[in-house]
């Protein structure tokens, strides 16, 4: 770790909960451990803090824009957290392909939207 850099929530959870994710064998079993403990510790996403609605306001407004700009007709998803924010964004005009045995997991806790693709 970098040490001139404030320690933020996510690290300090990590600290606390050290030595049992390190005696995890997968990294599946750390992820599912994270996520049930909320170690990134968001209030609206197991995510963690960068993907609150507020954080990802702006980003939100410009994802549609840019797909519109590029002509995209659809989009891969790619599971790395809950999709909290992205579930927010207007995708009517693309398909979203969704590749879901990355987070089989979390599905009972996910908040990705029906009609999609999904694989795997």
């Known amino acids: 770790m970098v040490q001139d850099r404030p320690v933020v929530l996510a690290q300090k959870n990590y ?25 990134w510790g968001g209030e609206e996403s197991r995510s963690g803090l960068g993907s609150s609605l507020n954080e990802t306001e702006v980003l939100r407004k410009e994802v549609p ?16 957290g809950d999709f909290r924010w992205m579930s927010t ?16 997991w979390a599905t009972a ?9 999904l694989f795997g």
């Not at 050290?18 to 403990?37: C, G």
């Open 15 to 39: 600290l606390q909960h050290r030595n049992y994710l390190e005696a995890m064998k997968t990294l599946e079993e750390r992820f599912v451990y994270i996520y049930q403990h909320n170690l």
């Open 89 to 104: 964004v207007n995708l009517s005009d693309v398909s979203v392909l969704t590749l879901w045995k990355t987070l089989s």
């Open 65 to 80: 824009i840019v797909l519109a700009k590029i002509s995209a007709s659809s989009i891969l998803d790619i599971p790395c």
């Open 109 to 117: 806790n996910d908040s990705r939207r029906t009609g999609g693709t």
